[in-house]
T-cell receptor
């Protein structure tokens, strides 16, 4: 049972480039979410989804897009990366309220 | 505004001590509260989940309590060990856990 899988683990981008962080879960969880973790800021919710076809904004959604075409996958898209988006990104899923996290994706934007 | 606060930000204690980590939240209309452990460079590992109707949960040497009326939760660690050194985060779930807010964490160091 893989749980929550994030790819890539590390990525370096130049300002203005686009990329997608992938997140997949194999626990049939309806709820999935993306967080970013910055020193001194804790984890901040970017976007979340309560089921396929349903997404909503979290605390810091600007600069990020998401979609949820299947229960298993919840990709996070950066359309035009900025240095302020340098962070560690975590994907999480939940079935009955307990959150399960992926290992994280460390993104650096130069 | 819904906020979650963890104090202290860092704590260092000698091995064998019992200790308490604190989490406070401003909106008491919670759905659940979860405690996590995070090791450096790693993801978050769930320790305990308390539903809003519960007062406490226990797992091994860990005990988490919840007092909604005062907006507080505590994580009690008994007989601490160096392997307990990590950052501990609490997360409060609202609106059937569709909105989850994290505290900034307490960085715990257990001295051998």
């Amino acid at each position: 049972n893989a749980g929550v899988t994030q790819t890539p683990k590390f990525q370096v981008l130049k300002t203005g480039q686009s990329m997608t962080l992938q997140c997949a879960q194999d626990m049939n969880h309806e709820y999935m979410s993306w967080y970013r973790q910055d020193p001194g800021m804790g984890l901040r919710l970017i976007h979340y989804s309560v089921g396929a076809g349903i997404t909503d904004q979290g605390e810091v959604p600007n600069g990020y897009n998401v979609s949820r075409s299947t229960t298993e996958d919840f990709p996070l898209r950066l359309l035009s990366a900025a240095p302020s988006q340098t962070s560690v990104y975590f994907c999480a899923s939940a079935g009955t309220g307990e959150l399960f996290f992926g290992e994280g994706s460390r993104l650096t934007v130069l | 505004k819904q906020e979650v606060t963890q104090i202290p930000a860092a704590l260092s204690v000698p091995e064998g001590e019992n200790l308490v980590l604190n989490c406070s939240f401003t909106d008491s209309a919670i759905y659940n509260l979860q405690w996590f452990r995070q090791d450096p460079g790693k993801g978050l590992t769930s320790l305990l989940l308390i539903q809003s109707s519960q007062r406490e949960q226990t797992s091994g040497r860990l005990n988490a309590s919840l007092d909604k009326s005062s907006g507080r939760s505590t994580l009690y660690i008994a007989a601490s060990q160096p392997g307990d050194s990590a950052t501990y985060l609490c997360a409060v779930g609202y609106s059937s856990a569709s909105k989850i807010i994290f505290g900034s964490g307490t960085r715990l160091s257990i001295r051998p």
